[in-house]
């Protein structure tokens, strides 16, 4: 009788004691989970040489999400180094749509970490796939064959627009209108914790713009997209291109589409052939008449709250788009 009732009570307490380190467990969860340490973005630019093009990598205390890998052997190697110096698990690279600038560097950056899977939307990699061997020809012609990597890697398509980093979301808003045409083919990702908008060639910082892919119909498209990046009131939003060492700004961000801003005493612009309209003006592209064209309809990343001043854009004879 003694015995049953020992076994009882051991029985009793043991079921107690599971119970209170289950509690204890979930909170601890919780708790760490709360006290995790805010992510971070750390944005590499391109020179003039490499289009002034933007990759932005997005880690905690353990893991690391890349968005856009460059497209010269040299700016993917140096990224690849930045990378690596975090010392973060690279789990994942994100294309923000299929232009050559924003993945052919991802072959090189495989060989430093390699099994990391590189993700596009499927209508991305359709369009990357009808149009590489094209546009492989002329950048290698252009820039030399040495400067590319010879081993494109075409992404896979995502598992889906949600990932995180150390339990923290990470979130695509896919199939939006960019530059890219036919589209809409762009892509932002947001990361909710920062309320930062990494947004490829949808927005452009201090750079002449391209729109040679669009149209009328794409163009408004463009407009509604701004719109809706601009409800998510980023703080911060990472352009697809621009000088580097371009003025970063506190406050919140501010999309604004069709319009002609200038630059007053900023930092160099990416280097544009033509002759200048003053201090104050970007340069005009070689062929261009000396007035500045409105952008109507095109998009651009504008001065930020609490910046200096904004920028005048222009459209950019730049590389045919890949």
């Known amino acids: ?116 899977p590189v993700y596009a939307s499927a209508s991305d990699i359709e369009y990357i796939k009808g149009s590489l061997a094209n546009t492989v020809a002329q950048m290698r012609a252009r820039v030399g064959a040495e400067a590319i990597p010879s081993d494109i890697q075409i992404p896979q398509a995502w598992p889906g627009t949600q990932f995180t980093v150390d339990g923290q979301a990470v979130e695509v808003m896919a199939s939006l209108q960019g530059d890219v045409g036919p589209g809409p083919r762009n892509n932002v990702v947001w990361v909710p914790s920062l309320a930062a908008a990494i947004v490829g060639d949808i927005a452009f910082n201090q750079v002449h713009l391209s729109l040679r892919a669009t149209d009328a119909d794409s163009r408004k498209a463009w ?12 703080r911060t939003v990472v352009a697809g291109q621009e000088p580097p060492g371009a003025a970063r700004h506190s406050g919140r961000a501010r999309l604004q ?54 920028q005048r854009l222009q459209h950019h004879s730049r590389p045919a788009p890949g």
């Open 1 to 116: 009788m003694t015995n049953r009732r020992d076994r009882l009570a051991f029985g009793i307490l043991s079921g107690l004691v599971m119970a209170a380190l289950a509690v204890t467990g979930s909170f601890g969860g919780r708790l760490a989970r709360a006290e995790s340490a805010p992510l971070v973005l750390d944005i590499y630019t391109a020179d003039s040489q490499g289009l002034g093009v933007t990759s932005t990598l997005i880690y905690g205390d353990q893991e690391a999400i890349l968005v856009d890998t460059q497209f010269r052997i040299a700016d993917a190697e140096k990224l690849a180094d930045r990378i690596a110096a975090k010392g973060r698990r690279l789990k994942a690279i994100l294309i923000t749509h299929p232009h050559f600038d924003h993945f052919y560097g991802a072959s090189v950056l495989l060989k430093r970490f390699p099994g990391t």
């Open 223 to 234: 407009q509604e997209t701004l719109r809706l990046i601009q409800e998510r009131n980023p």
């Open 257 to 310: 589409p069709g319009v002609s801003h200038r630059v007053r005493g900023g930092p160099g612009r990416v280097p544009q052939r033509g002759r200048a309209r003053g201090r104050d003006e970007a340069e005009v592209p070689a062929g261009r008449s000396g007035r500045n064209p409105e952008l109507h309809g095109g998009a651009i990343l504008s001065e930020l709250e609490g910046g200096a001043g904004g």
